[in-house]
């Protein structure tokens, strides 16, 4: 079900390949959007230099970064998000997960599970990773999705390990965040 060549790691309905210097406009438009924005650790928004400089520090030159575009089989063109394994310890075998459906109408159960799948593939399979973790902010715009994304985290094998307890003030006030991880022995089961 899952392929990896050179370039390009293969899922069900998407596929990811390593972030370009082309998709750099894309992604800083997602990423200054103030309904994205909320749920990232840096508030500001980010200019083109910024991101240029992002690029060339991590996707470029920082190998604990694995940052990747996600894109359409049937119009392999079409981006619709990007994903990435960072912060990836090498000794420890184990990296943050991070990804956004960009585009509101591939947001959708069967593309979140499709990208998270994939990528947790890669990350086990491929990296021979032992534990992925994520940390989600909760705010009242997050209470609405709560429910969805404990399911998709579940399903994957994620567990919640803990609250971060007013870890960033954003819009006036302290926000907690939820950390989850998979580990690897997990994963395997749920494959089976």
């Not at 390593?18 to 200019?47: G, I, M, P, T």
């Not at 998000?81 to 459906?101: M, P, Q, R, T």
Request: include cysteine.
């Amino acid at each position: 079900m899952y392929e990896t060549n050179n370039k390009m790691i293969i899922g069900k309905k998407i596929f990811l390949n390593a972030v370009e210097k082309d998709d750099l406009e894309q992604l800083l438009k997602w990423r200054n959007d103030a309904n994205n924005r909320r749920f990232y650790r840096e508030y500001r928004e980010l200019s083109m230099e910024q991101q240029l400089k992002w690029y060339e520090t991590r996707c470029v030159n920082d190998d604990s970064w694995n940052y990747f575009a996600v894109r359409l089989k049937q119009d392999p063109d079409k981006m619709i998000g990007y994903c990435g394994l960072i912060y990836v310890d090498k000794i420890n075998k184990s990296a943050e997960s991070a990804f956004e459906i960009g585009d509101l109408k591939y947001r959708t159960e069967e593309y979140i599970l499709d990208v998270l799948e994939t990528k947790l593939t890669y990350a086990f399979d491929n990296m021979n990773l032992n534990r992925v973790w994520m940390e989600v902010f909760e705010d009242k715009y997050y209470d609405a999705k709560e429910h969805m994304l404990d399911y998709f985290y579940e399903k994957l094998g994620f567990c919640w390990e803990g609250t971060k307890r007013d870890v960033a003030f954003k819009d006036g006030k302290y926000v907690s965040s939820k950390i989850y991880a998979a580990l690897r022995e997990d994963w395997k089961l749920l494959c089976q």
